[in-house]
């Protein structure tokens, strides 16, 4: 017992002289530490590697990211190489501006939204059948003809949805819209959703009461495919959707379809599947109107050759890494309702 309590107190003494003689070491390795659980902490939300923050956040997730050959010091690896056209105007709003929470958020509940097929911003097919009057609705009242707008046309726009619609906040670079987003969001508890203001914490559906609109974009039922079947997830989405028109009687009302998850959670997974993703969004697509209300489907942008999620887009086979974020950019750009006089909200630019 006096053997072991001396080396007890030596190996103490021990540790103590190391402390002592190496505090900044130490301090390092905490430091290193703590940037490690908060990358995870930030990795399970859905945020990627990108050097567009201008905060901590990238250099925590690059320590997570150091197996792929991502560390602090290289974080330019992602920067963005696609000059945008005008940057847009600010606008200001009172209750709530650019606004990002992660605020109540589900426990329990399994992120998985995602995009899908190959979509370049050049292709001169991509507006074909667009006349420069307007756009055409097709037989079909959930296609119809876009046209390409300029970032001013987010200006009056508010994005809702869950953790696909935070990294469009913090990814895609639409300085000028508002967001209502908040992780693990749904569309049975979306207009109940809190989301953090600038003063306090208030629900979308109190963001839709205070301020109005032009433009409302939804991104939600990722997390709604282990919830009822299609017809009970469809009446409640029909349901958000009268609500949101009776409070912003004037805006135009985009549903977008939810995004693919990547080929192996698609093969492995019963429930977050693309079969099933797929169900619902043509449940959806029959909830535009061609007036409205519309559909766009960004999955057109990610997909690969078999309508998963391209592998070199996300790392957890669900959501997009922070530098993918760019062709959505584009995406929305190229999806923009005219609004003249035939049947418009206001005059097209």
């Not at 990358?39 to 567009?52: N, Q």
């Not at 997570?64 to 000059?83: A, D, H, S």
């Not at 959707?241 to 009776?246: K, L, W, Y």
Request: proline share 2%; net charge negative.
């Amino acid at each position: 017992m006096i053997i072991r309590g001396r080396v007890v107190f030596g190996l103490k003494n021990k540790i103590k002289a190391f402390l002592k003689n190496n505090i900044l070491f130490c301090l390092m390795l905490l430091f290193c530490l703590a940037m490690y659980v908060y990358g995870m902490e930030l990795k399970a939300y859905g945020y990627c590697v990108t050097s567009r923050e201008e905060s901590v956040m990238p250099i925590a997730l690059a320590f997570v990211e150091t197996g792929r050959g991502v560390f602090p010091w290289n974080l330019e690896w992602q920067e963005y190489e696609t000059e945008k056209t005008s940057p847009a105007e600010t606008q200001d709003i009172d209750f709530i501006d650019r606004v990002i929470s992660f605020a109540d958020a589900s426990e329990g509940v399994e992120e998985t939204d995602s995009p899908g097929t190959d979509f370049s911003p050049e292709d001169e097919n991509l507006m074909a059948g667009i006349e420069e009057d307007g756009y055409l609705p097709s037989e079909d009242k959930g296609v119809v003809s876009f046209v390409t707008v300029e970032e001013t046309y987010f200006d009056d726009a508010v994005f809702i949805g869950d953790s696909r619609m935070v990294g469009v906040y913090e990814y895609a670079g639409i300085e000028s819209a508002t967001y209502y987003a908040k992780v693990s969001m749904t569309i049975f508890d979306l207009m109940e959703s809190r989301v953090t203001t600038n003063d306090s914490v208030r629900t979308v559906r109190e963001g839709l009461e205070e301020n109005q609109f032009g433009k409302v974009y939804l991104m939600v039922g990722l997390n709604e495919l282990g919830t009822g079947d299609v017809d009970y997830f469809i009446a409640a989405y029909q349901g958000v959707i009268e609500e949101i028109r009776a409070l912003q009687p004037e805006a135009i009302i985009y549903i977008q379809g939810i995004m693919h998850v990547a080929g192996d959670m698609d093969r492995s997974d019963s429930i977050f599947n693309n079969e099933n993703i797929n169900e619902r969004n043509e449940a959806l697509r029959q909830l535009a109107n061609g007036e409205d209300v519309f559909y766009i489907d960004v999955n057109e942008v990610y997909d690969d050759e078999n309508g998963n999620l391209r592998s070199d887009c996300t790392s957890d086979d669900v959501h997009l890494y922070g530098n993918c974020y760019e062709e959505w950019y584009q995406f929305f750009m190229h999806h923009g309702v005219p609004t003249d006089a035939e049947g418009s909200k206001e005059d097209d630019e």
